[in-house]
């Protein structure tokens, strides 16, 4: 069993910063290699989830303005987000993808906005 919690979303004024935490728990995270895959995805309203981060890896849409970073003794995945832009406003989604399996947190809302 996964489950995934996002928290730490809320509105940001551009160029603000935010960070976002996923706390990962489940018999799958005592898997080698299962907590260093989970991954950033995000929603904006009217667009399809898209890929934000993962380990070594970023969409080219945030380049070096997020940061992911995990703290094993807690099982969380961090999101580090600067210099926030309008165009981040989007629902934030904490997920692994394991054995075929795609997994899924509910979300955090994200709002960037003078």
């Known amino acids: 069993q996964v489950q995934l919690v996002e928290t730490g979303g809320g509105l940001v004024q551009p160029g603000g910063s935010l960070r976002l935490s996923c706390a990962a728990s489940?018999?799958?995270?005592?898997?080698?290699?299962?907590?260093?895959?989970v991954d950033w995805y995000r929603k904006a309203p009217g667009k399809q989830r898209e890929f934000v981060a993962r380990r070594y890896e970023y969409a080219p849409s945030v380049g070096d303005r997020f940061t992911i970073s995990r703290d094993n003794g807690k099982s969380t995945v961090y999101l580090q987000m600067n210099t926030l832009k309008v165009e981040d406003t989007a629902r934030y989604y904490c997920h692994i993808a394991w054995n075929g399996v795609n997994y899924w947190g509910q979300g955090t809302e994200v709002t960037v906005a003078s």
């Open positions: 489940g018999s799958l995270f005592s898997t080698r290699g299962a907590f260093q895959a």
